[in-house]
């Protein structure tokens, strides 16, 4: 069987939605350098790129990732979209490997973009009606205990409960992200996964952006502890937007080869893809038959699910694995994967995660996966584990080895 190693990483800095520096670049764009970029670092002709593969959830719909390869000079390599919403990225990444294990490709490109700053509005037509409304496309039925569209109750405040964690919990696990991720800006631990970008300002003017921005090097307990929580109306509601992930713009990708390629081609593999699973779960109580019981809503849990599911297929245990990052859509989630998997958290998102870096929606899969890449290849190799909780009720983790440098 062949193994899927990847060769070359290359993302964006995370920039802040909205008001930050990536505000004005879109998707596109970000997914063009990123694409360019790995494919340069990897230093292969691009002539030999079989296909691109990008998450881009939220993003309209469309095929980003043939747009990407086709300005990044891979004409001939075809593109795919993939929208397990948050999971996208890591999703695209796994499709890479799955293909050149197969030996149906030698090359692959994937990863995932997003811009917040520049998503697109839907519009459609009401069934039963002529009137055309604003639209976003639903995860699952809407119901009270899981709105589709307040994820500060279906994933954070549901998994709070779920796992009996308490408010000083939940900031104290976004304080310690805030002050891992300043940490590992100012050590230069993600200097060499990041692709600066050079923007434009609207007057003309230009700019190098080179570093995540989304960090806050001023918070403390006592700020995070003074925030409002989302939702005052529910008693004990303990989700506020500082123990919340952050809405971002960047994009990643990845190099994937078989083993043999590599050698054949003096690339350095830099990462073995060991295996990976994903999972569903209730995304909204489920009643059970026509009694009272039933199953809770359980999003912010899933990763519980899909976490076992990656280890059991690469033959390992909680205990082999060296390094986690575990996405903070909400500091609930691996907050409640630690307790509930016993996970020991002095090495879960040890530079940070979606409090403090962000949260790029299809990016955020691929980002994890190359942090996780370069900072065990600093401590000399050893197992990873990337996992995340995505909307609909889902999750997926990957196990990743990193040999020796």
């Given at each position: 069987?062949n193994e899927a190693v990847i060769v070359a990483t290359a993302r964006t800095p995370v920039g802040t939605a909205r008001k930050g520096s990536l505000a004005d670049v879109d998707a596109f764009e970000l997914a063009t350098l990123a694409v360019g970029e790995v494919v340069r670092r ?203 992930s952050g809405v971002n713009d960047g994009a990643g990708a990845v190099l994937v080869t078989s083993r043999a390629f590599a050698e054949a081609n003096g690339l350095e593999p830099l990462a073995v893809i060991r295996s990976w699973a994903s999972a569903g779960v209730p995304p909204a ?119 020796a440098p």
């Amino acid at each position: 069987m062949n193994e899927a190693v990847i060769v070359a990483t290359a993302r964006t800095p995370v920039g802040t939605a909205r008001k930050g520096s990536l505000a004005d670049v879109d998707a596109f764009e970000l997914a063009t350098l990123a694409v360019g970029e790995v494919v340069r670092r990897a230093g292969i002709d691009p002539e030999l790129v079989d296909d691109v593969v990008l998450g881009e959830a939220l993003y309209g719909g469309g095929d980003i990732a043939r747009y990407a390869a086709i300005e990044a000079g891979l004409v001939n390599a075809p593109g795919v979209a993939h929208n397990r919403h948050c999971a996208s990225g890591m999703a695209a990444i796994q499709t890479a490997a799955a293909s050149i294990i197969a030996g149906m490709d030698k090359v692959v490109v994937a990863g995932g973009t997003n811009s917040s700053s520049t998503s697109p509005r839907s519009q459609r037509r009401q069934p039963g009606t002529d009137d055309v409304v604003d639209w976003y496309s639903p995860t699952h039925r809407n119901t009270p205990d899981a709105p589709n569209f307040d994820m500060s109750i279906t994933v954070g405040w549901n998994a709070a409960k779920a796992a009996g964690l308490s408010r000083a919990d939940l900031d104290g696990w976004a304080l310690r992200s805030h002050q891992r991720a300043v940490a590992g800006i100012d050590a230069g631990a993600f200097k060499e996964e990041i692709v600066p970008v050079e923007v434009t300002r609207r007057d003309g003017t230009t700019f190098t952006f080179d570093t995540d921005e989304h960090p806050r090097r001023d918070t403390s307990l006592e700020r995070l502890s003074g925030l409002k929580v989302l939702h005052p109306e529910i008693e004990g509601f303990s989700v506020t937007a500082g123990n919340s992930s952050g809405v971002n713009d960047g994009a990643g990708a990845v190099l994937v080869t078989s083993r043999a390629f590599a050698e054949a081609n003096g690339l350095e593999p830099l990462a073995v893809i060991r295996s990976w699973a994903s999972a569903g779960v209730p995304p909204a109580f489920i009643r059970s038959g026509g009694g009272a019981g039933g199953r809770r809503a359980e999003t912010g849990l899933a990763p519980v699910r899909a976490i076992p599911k990656a280890l059991e297929r690469a033959g390992l245990s909680v205990g082999d694995i060296a390094l986690w990052e575990i996405n903070e859509a909400f500091a609930s989630v691996p907050a409640a994967a630690c307790k509930l998997l016993g996970i020991d958290d002095s090495i879960v998102n040890f530079l940070g995660s979606g409090c403090s870096l962000g949260h790029p929606i299809a990016m955020t899969g691929a980002r994890q996966i190359i942090t996780l890449t370069h900072e065990l290849r600093r401590r000399g190799g050893g197992l990873a584990l990337s996992a995340m909780c995505a909307g609909g009720g889902m999750a997926s983790a990957t196990v990743i080895e990193v040999p020796a440098p």
